[in-house]
Nanobody
């Protein structure tokens, strides 16, 4: 079992920044990939950014150049720095941990990000 706790969501103006954090606990030594997903009402959950245990990152085209995912293994934390926010970034953001054999892995409770003037 892995527990994930997100923080850092909130309200930002267009062009502003927010930083999301996800603290992991439990059987974290097996984690192969950590990711941030987002979901808006009526749509499926989409991958925003992911980072492997080897430090390889992957981003959705819509956030490339604006968002940065990073990990701090000493603090068991994965962060998502979101810059130049747009109204279309508004969503509930979820942290996800995956490993071989875990299926879709484990999810955090989600944190709301709203970008509005």
């Amino acid at each position: 079992q892995v527990q994930l706790v997100e923080s850092g969501g909130g309200l930002a103006q267009p062009g502003g920044s927010l930083r999301l954090s996800c603290v992991t606990s439990g059987s974290i030594f097996n984690i192969a990939t950590m990711g941030w997903y987002r979901q808006v009402p009526g749509k499926g959950r989409e991958l925003v950014a992911a980072i492997t245990s080897g430090g390889i990152t992957n981003y959705a085209d819509s956030v490339k150049g604006r968002f940065t995912i990073s990990s701090d293994n000493a603090k068991n934390t994965v962060s998502l720095q979101m810059n130049t926010l747009k109204p279309e970034d508004t969503a509930v953001y979820y942290c996800n941990a995956r490993a071989p054999g875990w299926g879709n892995g484990f999810w955090g409770q989600g944190t709301q990000v709203t970008v509005s003037s």
